[in-house]
């Protein structure tokens, strides 16, 4: 008989130090919001690497809270008040930047090209550009390929 372990969308991620052999096999069955934990569970790591699964379902879910807080905004304090706003915004801040560090990682570069965002336009487009590209399938000096 056998020894396959399957998990379905409702089981939670292998705990490290596990019987199962390797994490990629539990990523498979990430959702939306397994992605966005790992992220915040790794939002002081510089040195690793991010997937674009990781970085993109990170960013929605950031996108998401931007606008429930922007809403909140608005029914509890009316127009001139962004309160809730701007505390997602910082809570969300130091997160969204090693996320995008480890993107970078990923496919091949260094976190300081993060810096490009200070260029207008330009800086944001080969941004964008480099964080929707393939994963580098190569161990690079930030480690083993995401997946």
Known sequence: ME???????ATPPPLPGSTMANNHNAEENY?????FKKSMKNY???????RRKEFWYF??????LTVLAMILDKAVFGSESEFFNA?????????SITVCV???HDTGRSGWWLLLA??????FIMLL??????TNSKTNQWGPPAK
């Open 3 to 9: 020894n396959n372990i399957k998990l379905d969308n």
């Open 31 to 35: 959702g939306i919001i397994d992605w």
């Open 129 to 134: 550009v480099f964080f929707a590209i393939e």
């Open 59 to 64: 960013v929605l879910v950031q996108i998401g």
């Open 102 to 104: 480890r993107r970078l």
């Open 118 to 123: 200070a260029v207008p336009l330009i800086g």
């Open 44 to 50: 002081t790591n510089l040195s690793g690497r991010a």
């Open 87 to 95: 505390c997602v915004a910082f809570g969300m801040l130091v997160p």
